[in-house]
T-cell receptor
Framework: EAGVVQSPRYKIIEKKQPVAFWCNPISGHNTLYWYRQNLGQGPELLIRYENEEAVDDSQLPKDRFSAERLKGVDSTLKIQPAELGDSAVYLC???????????????FGPGTRLTVL | GENVEQHPSTLSVQEGDSAVIKCTYSDSASNYFPWYKQELGKRPQLIIDIRSNVGEKKDQRIAVTLNKTAKHFSLHITETQPEDSAVYFCAFYSSASKIIFGSGTRLSIRP
């Protein structure tokens, strides 16, 4: 079974340019997460989707970041315009979904390493 | 706010010895505490988890303990091997169903 797929794996752009990341979750996983991981730190949640609905985007910098999951499967995270401080690894994860008190394991993708020059 | 403190930030142990990583969390309503291992340049992977209805869980050389009263949980790795070298993250699910990660512990195993 294929895991979470992300592309591209690496991206180098100049500041003020736009950039987009793509994620394909594990088949059947209703919940999708986007995280940002700075060097030497743990992942920080940017946005969480339950199917196509963004249920937690409180940590997403909405002035420059946007995300979508139109059909409840693939998702795209966009930054426009990018700033130097956006350099990080952007991780996508998916899980079966939360049901009551059941916590489902999150499976992470390989991440996209973004470098903003 | 919701946060988890993880210690130490780096840990070096002799191969065969034990390693212990400790975390303290802020949200008393938390019920689920996973631990992730991230090798250099790779994705985080779940290695063990514990729910609030138990105080300890063991899986071969890895164990996790939970003290809900003190809001502490710890990862124990016994008989460490070179392949245990990685960054380990503790985490908890906040009452808002959001996972909060610790800052990580870089574990090095000395031959």
């Amino acid at each position: 079974e294929a895991g979470v797929v992300q592309s591209p794996r690496y991206k180098i752009i100049e500041k003020k340019q736009p950039v987009a990341f793509w994620c394909n979750p594990i088949s059947g996983h209703n919940t999708l997460y986007w995280y940002r991981q700075n060097l030497g730190q743990g992942p920080e949640l940017l946005i969480r989707y339950e199917n196509e609905e963004a249920v937690d985007d409180s940590q997403l910098p909405k002035d420059r970041f946007s995300a979508e999951r139109l059909k409840g499967v693939d998702s795209t995270l966009k930054i426009q315009p990018a700033e130097l401080g956006d350099s990080a690894v952007y991780l996508c994860a998916s899980s079966l979904g939360l049901a009551g008190s059941t916590y489902n394991e999150q499976f992470f993708g390989p991440g996209t390493r973004l470098t903003v020059l | 706010g919701e946060n988890v403190e993880q210690h130490p930030s780096t840990l070096s142990v002799q191969e065969g010895d034990s390693a212990v990583i400790k975390c303290t969390y802020s949200d008393s309503a938390s019920n689920y505490f996973p631990w992730y291992k991230q090798e250099l340049g790779k994705r985080p992977q779940l290695i063990i988890d514990i729910r609030s209805n138990v105080g300890e869980k063991k899986d071969q050389r890895i164990a996790v303990t939970l003290n809900k009263t003190a809001k502490h949980f710890s990862l124990h790795i016994t008989e460490t091997q070179p392949e245990d070298s990685a960054v380990y993250f503790c985490a908890f699910y906040s009452s808002a169903s959001k996972i909060i990660f610790g800052s990580g512990t870089r574990l090095s195993i000395r031959p």
